[in-house]
Structures are given as C-alpha cells and as structure tokens.
C-alpha cells in the first residue's frame, strides 16, 4: 500500500525538468479529482504527458507522476532503479526513526520478512477461510435486509473486509470503531495534528499488542512477526513495530474502499447487476474487472540513480508515482478502458501493485469481493442510491467515497 505524502510545503521545480512536462494535477485531494475520481483519473490521459512532473504543495510532494501501463509495470519489478526506501508517509521521528517493513525494505531483504506472513494469506489459507467469510457476509445482511435500507459502507463494506482482517491479524473486533477512526485520521485527513495524534495512539496501542504477544504467542499474524526470525535472525523493536504498523494499516482500508466504490456502480447499473447474476460462472471476471476499473492506490518510489524513461531523464533522488487508477485505463493495454467489460480478455492489472512489492493480501481481496458480491446481489438483487444522495469521496491515497446509502 502506497499513499499521498504530507510534505511540509510546495517543492521548487528542478532544473532538469522541461518546462513542457510540468503539469499541475491535484491527484487525491483537488476538488475535480473529488468530484468524480475515476473520470479524472481516465481522462488524464488525454490532458497530460504520459510521464509529468506535478508540482508539490502542502498535501503532495512534488514527482513525476507515470501514467502508462508499461512504465509502471517497469518501475514496480525494477528496485535497482526505484526503490521504496522512505516512501512511507506516515508522521516519524527522524532521530528515532524506524521503516515501514516490508513496504520500504528492497530485495535481497524483503523476501525473509514478508515469509513470516505470507503462509497467512497464500492461496491455500484463503479458500479455508471462504465459508466463515461468507457466513459473516449472511450475518452482517441479517441485520439490516429486513429495514429495506443500509449505510453500505458501515454496514458491511467495511466490517466485513476489516473483521476478517482483524480475525487474521489476532486483533478484536470490538475495537474496529477505533482501528477505523485511526486510519482515517492517518489516510485521509489532511492534518498534521490529526495525522500526528492519531500516530501517537496507534503505536501506543501496537506497542502494548507486540509486548502482549511476545509473552503469550498465538497462531494469527502480528504473533507470527513480533515472533518471527527473518533470515534466522530476530528482529529489533523498532523492525518489529515498523512491520506490525504496516500490516495494521494495510489492511484496514483497501478493500473497504473498494467495495464501496463497486457498489457504487452497482446501485446505478441494474442491467449490469443482472448481468452478473444471470451469469454466475463468470465472477472471477466480474471481481477483475471491477478491481481494474476501481482501483484505489498508487504507488511511489525514489530513484536510485539517474534513469531514462520514455524518452524522459529522471535524476538520483526524484519521486516516483505511478498512478495506478490511470494506469489501469491505459488505452493501449485496455482497448475501451473506460467500459466495464467482463469479457475482457485477461491481462495483469496494476490493483495490487507489482514486483516484490506486490500487495501480499491481493489473494485474501479477490476473495472478498467475490463473496461480497455473490452474497448481496443473492439476497438483496435490486437496490439504489438513495433519493438525493450525493456521493463524496474523500481525500487522500486510498480512494472512495465516504457514504454508500442503499435502498430497496
């Protein structure tokens, strides 16, 4: 996961940036990208360079933005040229600074840490999990089908993707409320006091979870790190915070956002909603689809060494960003990008990053979205926006809307 920093103030242009590539677009926080964020981001590719350089300001730190499919794919599998160290936007304290692990954590090292949890989320781990996650989906319906109405987004599409991310990480569910609050102050505030507080509580409480789980180990995630030995070797303190942090925060957002966006669509499509009912052999294409049309992160790096890159000279030291939304309405990879088209001839999308950073809950997220889907348009087939809803999107690095009301 990769978000909009929070920089101090508006960056100056370096000298070695043509003037005709400077472009100024408020990706994650202006009011056109918040009006209607997936518009924006599509029609970048037709308003700007394909590699641009925005300019900074106090929410965003100036870099070059890729907007191309094949250059992302290149800069995400190519760590000797782009890596992630430092890319982190989350408020640290530089004398006592720690890395996010494994997100700022470069190969050859970045294998031995995500091993710890990986067996968690491979293929394997995910398919047992199937039945509990679709009993939760019938759990959460139960409780609001019968009042012909639902705050989607707080009714299930966020406990069901966090609950099942809290179960796995060995953290209780009865503190989402919290866990929630904190990652939006984090993700999506856009202030430094916000952010700065909730920081200061969240690794508080982390810090209370590793001293907790190092003295009574269990079987979920954070004990697997706080636990672990990369390598053979344990880790310190500030690698295990740094790694139990990431995973924490990975996880409390993404998926959330995404089904939010999709049910979006889904409340003003019925004939595409009875599409994917009328043809339920279909799902995994339907869930790809709709991961590649929704996508809600980006992904940032620094440059190791000067690099050329479609023609353009990116210097030792530059910020990297690829847009992965627009990246994914590529009209060169994605004939029609802006169709949701589930015979869509499968190609590898950008939803989940790429490389040795790939998202590793990518397996865990296409199951959720499948029985997300499968589940609510079995049991509840029509439904709308309700009568004048406005849907707003907030800002920051993880993209989708505050409120999702439902009828039907």
Known sequence: MATAAAPTGESKIPAHVPPELVYTARITEGPEFLAAPYKFMAELHDKA???FFNPGNEHIHAGWQLLKYDDAYFVLRHPEYFT????????????????IIPLEIDPPHHRKYRA???PLVSPKAVLQLEISIRQLANDLIDK???KRECEFAKDFGRPLPVGVFLDIMGLPRDMMDTFVRWAMGLLHAQNKQIAQQCMNEVTEYLQSVIREKAAKPDVQAVSAIVNGR????PMSPKEIFGFVFFLFIAGLDTVFATLNNVFVWLAENPDRRQEIIDQPDNISNVVEELLRVFTVTFSGRTLTQDYELRGVTLK???RVTSVLPACNYDPEIFPNPREVNFTRPRKPILAFAGGVHSCMGAHLARMEMKICIQEFLRRIPNFTLKPGAKIEYWPGGVVGPKN?????
Do not use: C, H, M, S
């Open 230 to 233: 990369p390598g053979g070797e």
């Open 404 to 408: 999702v009301p439902l009828v039907w």
């Open 116 to 118: 710890l949890v990986d």
């Open 84 to 99: 992630t160290a430092g890319t982190g936007p989350f408020p640290r304290d530089p004398n006592d600074y720690w890395r």
């Open 144 to 146: 609001f089908i019968d």
């Open 49 to 51: 360079p394909p590699i």
């Open 316 to 318: 030792k030291g530059d």
